[in-house]
């Protein structure tokens, strides 16, 4: 603690090495009573020790609680569980033993403890006079509330008072104690150690092992779960360096804060904030300017009147963003010491501030970082999110970085998978591979495993990925892990993946997928139609980007058989005939022949509804750019019964549903028009190809290609 590099706020983490989630955190900051003491000691040659309830046995007590799932089933002769609801009483007896200040707060009229605190104790003249009336106003909330039931408060307490005797044995004639106000009359007249001993013999233990990690003022917070939180930690680290501040050097840092947000204020304003303020304290008979005083005058005169920014002034200065570190050489497991060298080579910071960071996969040091967050992430450490800006045809990766002390915990958790991060990441993918029983969560475990660079995990993925295809029969499940595999045929060169062996995988699942596709496409309801009509839309896509010949002309092929299938869903039917029209596999001729059959008086309208909307959704430009298409609807439409329209009329307006209101109005032109709804066409002869031929390299510059 005495260390020069170690500057608060830190944290004090111990935890139980075989279940480091089983852990407690002693925060510290530069004005906690704790540290002042023991540096204070530490300086002087004055022993200090710890007094409460040793966590060797408190951890194991809190081990020794049943989960839910542990309990006893047999409660069938038992009635039913009725909730029980506190009455008022019991909840303010409650809050007064988790927050006894705030009890007295509210008792004395204050609404804001904190302020209450300041006022009173912070603020006074005389504080050791302070102590002394503290203690006899705990003792007269516990006589009121006696915590006899509180089996961990007393085992404390007994701990507590068999330290102090520890040292009055010791021959030491002054010992100060540093705990909670609640427990000090229990540490004034202390009971015999007889009774004591009563509490603290026999009680279960477990192995503890501790660290220090760096800690964040917002996580000083009550709303961090932090028990003995406060409030404001900016605030009142200023009130422990700045003791005798008038006001003056707050007001000139809220200025500041402001000013970097390209919020004007002048000295003026500083000095009218400043007289306000001391005009508020004088008017409530307060000692000296509080938070509360500071706030007000701020809002009035910096902020005129609006509550808004005062959002900004509590995370900048009242709550504050700093951030404590620790000195090389505190122990750590060997990962963390791993993780903390990768951070130092990669010169990155584990910083509490939210930032964004755009790497360039092209640069071997970009690659290394982006390859560091994804094993994180592997590891279920998440101190970065992706913004998948990677894609088609950029070399660009951006994060939002995060780190939060609690991570610290889970980078402790994994050190029994390996001592350093590549090592640990890659057992812990190994078992998670193990584990999976279906192929697309398989694919997805391969694609976040190939940016972070797992060399030795690669192979194990690919064998069992081959292994789980070889059994699948879903058609859905072969499709959606297909779209994965696409992906990184197609980009995988950035991170110099293994394409011959993606490319094996890639093609056995294709195959497997277009093999069972057609007869998946029979004998489906609606709902079954329009999920694998999604999956062909995408897998269309892939088969696109690939680009690859031999794969277009089987997939071509393969639609055409769902297209000349009967049984077929009627929505699937006109799908494939739409990516067939468009794919230039069908002549003018050929659609409108289908689309004959398909819209022909003798076939139920519902279901030749269904089949125009698989062959409309998505294709707006279709029916304003082709003639025949658009004639064969228009003169379908218009044969259609008044009864028999209605019907069909909600199918319709859900086919046109997702067009944009461009596409909606040229549409709507054509249809005032009627049948003769072409004014002009558009021949061959009228275009310059080799004008035309100019665009393609620049496209494909644009696109990547």
Same mark, same amino acid.
Request: one cysteine or more; hydrophobic letters at 40%; a negative charge.
């Given at each position: 603690?005495t260390?020069?590099?170690?500057q608060?706020p830190?944290?004090?983490l111990?935890?139980?090495?075989?279940?480091?989630?089983q852990? /407690?955190?002693?925060?510290?900051?530069?004005?906690?009573?704790?540290w002042?003491a023991?540096?204070?000691?530490?300086k002087?040659?004055?022993?200090?020790?710890?007094?409460?309830?040793p966590?060797v046995?408190?951890?194991?007590?809190?081990?020794? /609680?049943?989960?839910m799932e542990?309990?006893p089933e047999?409660?069938?002769e038992?009635?039913?569980?009725?909730?029980i609801i506190?009455?008022k009483?019991e909840?303010?007896e409650l809050?007064?033993?988790r927050?006894p200040i705030s009890?007295?707060?509210?008792?004395?009229?204050? $609404?804001?403890?904190?302020?209450w605190?300041?006022?009173h104790?912070?603020?006074v003249?005389?504080?050791?006079?302070?102590?002394? /009336?503290?203690?006899?106003?705990?003792q007269?909330?516990?006589?009121k509330?006696?915590t006899a039931?509180s089996?961990?408060?007393?085992?404390?307490?007994?701990?507590m008072?068999?330290?102090?005797r520890?040292?009055?044995k010791e021959?030491?004639? !002054?010992?100060a104690v540093?705990c909670?106000?609640?427990?000090?009359?229990?540490?004034?007249?202390?009971?015999s150690q007889?009774e004591?001993n009563?509490?603290?013999?026999?009680l279960?233990?477990t192995k503890?092992?501790?660290t220090?990690?760096?800690?964040?003022n917002?996580?000083?917070?009550?709303?961090?779960?932090?028990?003995?939180?406060?409030e404001?930690p900016?605030?009142?680290?200023?009130?422990?360096?700045?003791?005798?501040?008038?006001?003056?050097?707050?007001?000139?840092?809220?200025?500041?804060v402001?000013?970097?947000q390209?919020?004007?204020?002048s000295?003026?304003h500083?000095?009218?904030?400043?007289?306000? $303020?001391?005009?508020?304290t004088?008017?409530?008979?307060?000692?000296?300017?509080g938070?509360?005083?500071?706030?007000e005058a701020?809002q009035?005169?910096?902020?005129m009147?609006?509550p808004?920014?005062l959002v900004?002034?509590k995370?900048?200065?009242i /709550?504050g963003?700093?951030?404590?570190?620790?000195?090389?050489?505190?122990?750590r497991?060997?990962?963390?010491?791993?993780f903390?060298?990768?951070?130092?080579?990669?010169?990155?910071?584990a910083?509490?501030?939210d930032i964004?960071?755009?790497?360039d996969?092209?640069?071997?040091?970009?690659r290394?970082?982006?390859a560091l967050?994804?094993?994180?992430?592997?590891l279920?450490?998440?101190?970065?999110?992706?913004?998948?800006?990677?894609?088609?045809? $950029?070399?660009?990766?951006?994060?939002r970085l995060?780190?939060k002390?609690e991570l610290? +915990?889970?980078l402790i958790e994994?050190a029994?998978?390996?001592?350093?991060?590549?090592?640990? $990441?890659?057992?812990?993918?190994?078992?998670a591979t193990?584990?999976?029983?279906?192929?697309?969560?398989?694919v997805k475990?391969?694609?976040?495993?190939?940016?972070?660079e797992?060399?030795?995990?690669?192979?194990?993925?690919?064998?069992?990925?081959d292994?789980?295809?070889?059994?699948?029969t879903?058609?859905?499940?072969?499709?959606?892990a297909?779209l994965p595999?696409?992906?990184?045929?197609?980009?995988?060169?950035v991170?110099?993946?293994d394409?011959?062996?993606?490319?094996?995988i890639?093609?056995?699942t294709?195959?497997?997928?277009i093999?069972?596709?057609p007869?998946?496409?029979?004998?489906?309801?609606?709902?079954q139609a329009?999920?694998?009509g999604?999956?062909?839309?995408?897998?269309?896509k892939?088969?696109?980007?690939?680009?690859?010949?031999?794969?277009?002309?089987?997939?071509?092929?393969t639609?055409q058989?769902i297209?000349?299938n009967t049984?077929?869903?009627?929505?699937?039917q006109?799908?494939?005939?739409k990516?067939?029209?468009?794919s230039?596999?069908?002549v003018?001729?050929?659609?409108?022949?289908?689309?004959?059959l398909?819209?022909?008086?003798?076939?139920?309208?519902? +279901?030749?509804?269904?089949?125009?909307e698989?062959?409309? !959704?998505?294709?707006?430009?279709?029916? +304003?750019?082709?003639?025949?298409?658009?004639? +064969?609807?228009?003169?379908?439409? !218009?044969?259609?019964?008044?009864?028999?329209f209605?019907?069909?009329?909600p199918l319709?307006?859900?086919?046109f549903?997702?067009?944009?209101?461009?596409?909606?109005?040229k549409i709507g032109?054509?249809?005032?028009?009627g049948?003769?709804?072409?004014?002009?066409?558009?021949?061959?002869d009228?275009?310059?190809?080799e004008r035309?031929?100019r665009v393609?390299?620049?496209l494909k510059?644009?696109?990547?290609?």
């Open positions: 603690m260390h020069a590099d170690m608060p830190v944290a004090m111990a935890y139980v090495p075989d279940n480091p989630q852990a /407690v955190f002693y925060p510290f900051t530069e004005f906690s009573p704790e002042q023991i540096q204070y000691a530490v002087k040659g004055i022993p200090v020790r710890f007094m409460d309830m966590l046995h408190k951890l194991a007590m809190e081990k020794e /609680v049943p989960a542990e309990l047999n409660t069938e038992k009635e039913p569980a009725v909730p506190p009455t009483a909840l303010k809050k007064m033993r927050q009890y007295l707060a509210e008792i004395a009229g204050y $609404t804001d403890a904190e302020e605190w300041e006022q104790i912070e603020f003249d005389h504080p050791l006079a302070v102590f002394k /009336v503290l203690s006899d106003a705990m007269a909330l516990r006589e509330y006696p039931d089996k961990t408060e007393n085992i404390r307490e007994a701990f008072r068999t330290a102090i520890k040292a009055e021959k030491y004639e !002054s010992i540093v909670g106000a609640w427990h000090a009359p229990a540490l004034e007249v202390m009971p007889k004591d009563q509490w603290i013999k026999k279960p233990k503890v092992d501790a220090w990690i760096p800690w964040t917002d996580r000083l917070m009550f709303e961090s779960g932090y028990g003995a939180g406060i404001s900016g605030w009142y680290e200023h009130t422990w360096k700045y003791p005798n501040d008038d006001s003056t050097q707050w007001l000139a840092k809220t200025a500041r402001f000013r970097n390209q919020k004007d204020i000295a003026a500083i000095i009218e904030t400043v007289r306000l $303020t001391q005009s508020l004088n008017l409530r008979g307060l000692h000296k300017p938070l509360s005083e500071l706030n701020v009035t005169v910096m902020c009147g609006a808004e920014p900004l002034l995370t900048e200065l /709550v963003k700093k951030m404590g570190q620790v000195p090389e050489g505190t122990p497991s060997p990962l963390q010491r791993d903390e060298l990768q951070l130092k080579k990669l010169r990155l910071k910083s509490e501030a964004e960071l755009v790497l996969l092209r640069k071997e040091n970009d290394k970082k982006s967050l994804h094993r994180l992430n592997l279920d450490i998440p101190w970065g999110r992706s913004n998948d800006r990677q894609g088609k045809g $950029t070399f660009k990766e951006t994060w995060y780190w002390p610290m +915990i889970s994994k029994s998978y390996g001592n350093t991060i590549l090592e640990a $990441t890659q057992k812990y993918v190994a078992i193990e584990e999976l029983t279906q192929l697309d969560q398989i475990l391969l694609n976040r495993a190939l940016p972070a797992l060399p030795a995990s690669m192979d194990h993925l690919i064998r069992k990925m292994a789980l295809a070889a059994t699948t879903d058609t859905l499940v072969l499709m959606r297909m595999l696409v992906n990184i045929r197609k980009y995988g060169n991170r110099q993946t394409q011959e062996m993606i490319g094996f890639l093609n056995s294709f195959y497997r997928m093999a069972n596709l007869i998946s496409c029979s004998g489906i309801n609606e709902e329009r999920k694998i999604k999956s062909i839309r995408d897998i269309h892939a088969v696109l980007l690939l680009d690859e010949a031999e794969y277009k002309t089987d997939w071509f092929a639609l058989i297209l000349d049984q077929a869903a009627p929505f699937l006109g799908l494939v005939l990516i067939l029209h468009e230039q596999q069908l003018a001729e050929q659609t409108a022949q289908y689309f004959s398909a819209l022909s008086e003798n076939n139920d309208p519902a +279901i030749a509804a269904l089949w125009l698989g062959f409309l !959704s998505e294709a707006a430009m279709v029916l +304003i750019l082709d003639e025949n298409i658009w004639q +064969i609807v228009f003169n379908w439409v !218009s044969a259609l019964e008044d009864e028999v209605d019907k069909v009329l319709l307006r859900r086919s549903a997702n067009y944009s209101p461009a596409e909606k109005s032109e054509k249809v005032k028009r049948k003769s709804s072409s004014k002009s066409t558009v021949s061959n009228d275009i310059n190809t035309a031929l393609v390299p620049v510059e644009l696109m990547g290609i």
